[in-house]
């Protein structure tokens, strides 16, 4: 039909694309068309580097002047040149400790039931639908649960406005993730490690805990990880729940004290200084930002480069 | 599983020792009251919501509730079309920015990338996708308005929606990004080596096929990008200014107020407005309309994607 077609014209289309085959001549919109597509992705990583150097620039005097009194002074919306995170530092570190023992173990158990042993039931169909709405829930909603449940509903168990609630609040939030990472990676074990296992006599639960976690936890420990990068990055959750914006009055209490007392995280400490005006509160913001940019930026490509590293072709 | 085994000497025993099959059916148990568990966080969020949103509701005179001169809850102003306006502003905003720059990414990414520069400029993608929203917050009042908006519009407040709005913009650019370029990277080569087969060129191979192909993937990165605008907190919190209340007008350069920003100035820490009284119920009824939209247009997505799982 073609060949037809090219009789028939007389041979002209024939000619032109003869010679735009041969003319050798380059494909100039073409090439404009793939700069402005790889402008516009450089445009949006150039955020991310234009973010780090401004908040580097505006921070510099404290990194010149006072870097370890900055990172190891408590919480200072008065006074600028005694302002420091470590409260945040410690604050943050806890409420992680908290989701890695609530959220992770129940995600990953979540995931499990959905990839092992629900299949394709119609359980595991409205569980996935579940989690994946409950992954495009906004952030603020999970404060809102945590105020009106782990707060104010749970008040005898969390004792209030503390870490241990903050800490349920954001498991909630990042719950979806963990699962929604962890059936990945289950889903990538092949089917023949499980049938070698129930071939020669194992019980579902000894496949899933001698073959298929082990095959599939690098990909769980990723999945693990940006969960906790995003926990540690979330502010209005546990300001909802009512992390201190100010000072948080330690004194010397205990661990188990200050487990349930007040609580303050980095984001939280960011966003009280993020209120102050005066150039010097903008100088101690900027520094904050940037030890919380860069802790995140650090864990997430930790997380990336495993993933990277253990992505494992079977 | 259990199979009788035959009686006689030397026979196998086939069945599992009871203690190892007990154990079996507790884990299995176990990992279904973990699945389980994620029903319980919905329904607590929808009950919490639905009973204290219902309560405001009917305790609120309706006629604050539209028309009034602004959100101003202290004073028992609850005017939604100066939230809904003000969402709107920043999400627009946040589209105009997200939009070309997450699309053009992913085309590039998906379509021209040598494997070796997709390999490094991806994480590096994600990595963004991971910068704390109250970090971008402090950005936008530190350097997004006073060098880009009140460079171009002199006129601006110190706190303005436009401002939150391009922040928001970034935060949505690797959502967009990343859900389309698994839309497009999901279109089958067989499409594009037919195009090529035809003589196209990159360029109308990118847009004329596999772009058509990929569309119900790209409308649900476009939707999910949306979700995710609508649904921000701190930028619009700190950036938008209006901590109090706002005034109802369109002009993206005065400050305003969203409905997550509203819910910030109510339930925040220090802030929080104290007691069972009507503006602090506020803060539940704007959750569950927030509740709603993003889980409307969340449901509208992966419809989109799963038509498109379908199809290849």
């Known amino acids: 039909m073609a060949l037809t077609t090219v009789d028939q014209t007389g041979g002209v289309p024939a000619r032109s694309l003869t010679e735009s085959l041969t003319s050798g001549k380059s494909d100039v919109k073409g090439r404009v068309l793939e700069a402005i597509l790889l402008g516009a992705l450089l445009c949006s990583l150039g955020v991310l580097l234009v973010l780090v150097i401004d908040l580097l620039k505006r921070s510099w005097g404290i990194w010149t002047e006072r870097p370890l009194d900055f990172l190891t002074s408590g919480t200072n919306i008065s006074n600028a040149a005694e302002a420091g995170v470590w409260q945040g530092i410690k604050g943050t570190i806890m409420l992680c400790v908290v989701v890695a023992i609530v959220a992770i173990p129940l995600g990953t158990a979540c995931a499990v039931y959905l990839e092992e042993y629900a299949g394709r039931s119609r359980f595991a169909r409205w569980t996935r639908i579940n989690v994946r709405n409950l992954a495009g829930v906004p952030s603020i909603v999970y404060g809102i649960l945590g105020l009106a449940i782990f707060v104010k509903a749970m008040d005898s168990i969390t004792q209030g406005r503390t870490v241990f609630a903050g800490g349920l609040a954001l498991s909630a939030l990042v719950l979806p993730i963990v699962v929604i990472t962890a059936s990945e990676a289950l889903r990538a074990v092949p089917r023949s490690i499980r049938e070698g296992a129930l071939g020669v006599g194992a019980t579902e639960w000894e496949t899933v805990r001698h073959h ?67 150039e010097a509160f903008r100088e101690v913001t900027a520094a904050a930002a940037l030890v919380l940019l860069v802790v995140i930026i650090l864990i997430n490509s930790v997380a990336i480069w495993l993933r990277n590293r253990y992505e494992r072709k079977w | 599983m259990a199979v009788a085994a035959p009686a006689g000497a030397g026979a196998i025993v086939l069945r599992t020792a009871t203690g190892r099959r007990r154990r079996d059916r507790t884990m299995r148990w176990v990992f279904r009251l973990a699945a389980l568990m994620t029903f319980a966080v919905t329904i607590t969020i929808i009950l919490t919501l639905a009973v204290d949103a219902w309560e405001f509701f009917s305790k609120v005179d309706k006629s604050v509730l539209w028309g ?245």
Do not use: C
């Open chain 2, 68 to 312: 009034q001169i602004g959100w101003f809850p202290r004073r028992g102003f609850f005017d939604l079309p100066t939230l809904i306006v003000g969402t709107f502003i920043v999400t627009a905003i946040a589209m105009v920015v997200a939009i070309p720059l997450g699309l053009g990414a992913a085309i590039y990414l998906s379509e021209y990338a040598q494997p070796r520069v997709r390999r490094i400029l991806k994480p590096v993608l994600e990595v963004l996708a991971g910068v704390p929203s109250v970090v971008l917050a402090f950005f936008a009042i530190a350097f997004i308005n006073p060098n880009i908006v009140r460079r171009f519009f002199e006129r601006a407040d110190v706190f303005n929606l436009a401002a939150a709005g391009l922040a928001v913009g970034v935060l949505s650019i690797p959502i967009i990004a990343s859900v389309s370029e698994d839309a497009l990277r999901a279109v089958p080569m067989s499409l594009r080596e037919a195009s090529y087969g035809l003589g196209a060129r990159r360029a109308s191979t990118a847009f004329r096929v596999v772009f058509p192909a990929a569309i119900s993937g790209i409308i649900a990165a476009l939707v999910l990008g949306v979700s995710r605008a609508v649904g921000e907190v701190m930028v619009v919190a700190i950036a938008a200014g209006a901590v109090g209340g706002a005034l109802f007008h369109f002009d993206p350069l005065l400050p305003g107020q969203t409905m997550t920003a509203a819910m910030a100035a109510l339930g925040f820490g220090s802030d929080q407005v104290a007691g069972d009284n009507l503006a602090f119920q506020s803060l539940y009824f704007l959750g569950a309309l927030l509740f709603l939209m993003t889980l409307l247009l969340n449901f509208v997505a992966d419809r989109l994607v799963a038509r498109v799982r379908e199809e290849y």
């Open chain 1, 212 to 278: 298929v976690l082990p095959a599939a936890a690098p990909g769980i420990l990723t999945g693990t990880v940006l969960a906790l990068s995003r926990a540690a990055g979330e502010a209005a959750p546990i300001l909802l729940v009512g992390a201190v914006t100010g000072l948080l009055r330690t004194g010397n209490q205990s661990f188990w004290e200050q487990l349930t007392g007040p609580f303050t995280a980095m984001p939280v400490v960011i966003f009280s200084y993020a209120r102050q005006t005066g």
